[in-house]
T-cell receptor, first 113, second 113 residues
Framework: DVKVTQSSRYLVKRTGEKVFLECVQD?????MFWYRQDPGLGLRLIYF???????EKGDIPEGYSVSREKKERFSLILESASTNQTSMYLCASSFVGSYQPQHFGDGTRLSIL | DAKTTQPNSMESNEEEPVHLPCNHSTISGTDYIHWYRQLPSQGPEYVIHGLTSNVNNRMASLAIAEDRKSSTLILHRATLRDAAVYYC??????????????FGKGTHLIIQP
């Protein structure tokens, strides 16, 4: 079975802090994604990566950056956390191709105080 | 983007089959039909996908209408662990690249013991 592991289930940080969310997949998938999920707003794509060191902006990249130094690992960085970034963050991975299923981690519930 | 329509909620009894409908009347010839589900406090989970023919896997079956304007996800014998929100979405058949997923409101499946 595909395994996508996110480093933390719950995280509490303070406004202005630099926050790192880590994601690791074990299926040799080329594509990796970061989403946030909020009540009433559904799932929104922040960034995705289709190869090592390659990245593309999603729908809501402002305030975030990403890093993919190894194929299996994709990191989301909140440069200077703000309270409106309190959310559930979800990492996913897939093989190449828009029709390929995406496999998700369990999510990180991030609270910014 | 082609849209899907699902009932807001459905209720079924444990150990009985469940048929979850999805309408996608504006589907194009290159769109795949995907189903995901999300249990409370967890990330979305891929269930099944198909293009034209009916599909089976260990989790469920997908029945696709001949005109592809609708589909049905079939859980053959529901358990309490199948209680979740089920999302039917369309993705473009593209050999390369990646697209973010957009979930609608989905169907909230309630399983009665």
């Amino acid at each position: 079975d595909v395994k996508v592991t996110q480093s933390s289930r719950y995280l509490v940080k303070r406004t202005g802090e630099k926050v790192f969310l880590e994601c690791v997949q074990d299926m040799d998938h080329e594509n990796m994604f970061w989403y946030r999920q909020d009540p009433g707003l559904g799932l929104r794509l922040i960034y995705f990566s289709y190869d090592v060191k390659m990245k593309e902006k999603g729908d809501i990249p402002e305030g975030y950056s990403v890093s993919r130094e190894k194929k299996e690992r994709f990191s989301l960085i909140l440069e200077s956390a703000s309270t409106n970034q309190t959310s559930m963050y979800l990492c996913a991975s897939s093989f190449v191709g828009s029709y390929q299923p995406q496999h998700f981690g369990d999510g990180t519930r991030l609270s910014i105080l | 983007d082609a849209k899907t329509t699902q009932p807001n909620s459905m209720e079924s009894n444990e150990e009985e089959p469940v048929h979850l409908p999805c309408n996608h009347s504006t589907i194009s010839g290159t769109d795949y039909i995907h189903w995901y589900r999300q249990l409370p406090s967890q990330g979305p989970e891929y269930v099944i996908h198909g293009l034209t023919s009916n599909v089976n896997n260990r989790m469920a079956s997908l029945a696709i209408a001949e005109d592809r304007k609708s589909s049905t996800l079939i859980l053959h014998r529901a358990t309490l662990r199948d209680a979740a929100v089920y999302y039917c979405i369309l993705t473009v058949h593209s050999g390369g690249g990646a697209d973010g997923l957009t979930f609608g409101k989905g169907t909230h499946l309630i399983i009665q013991p």
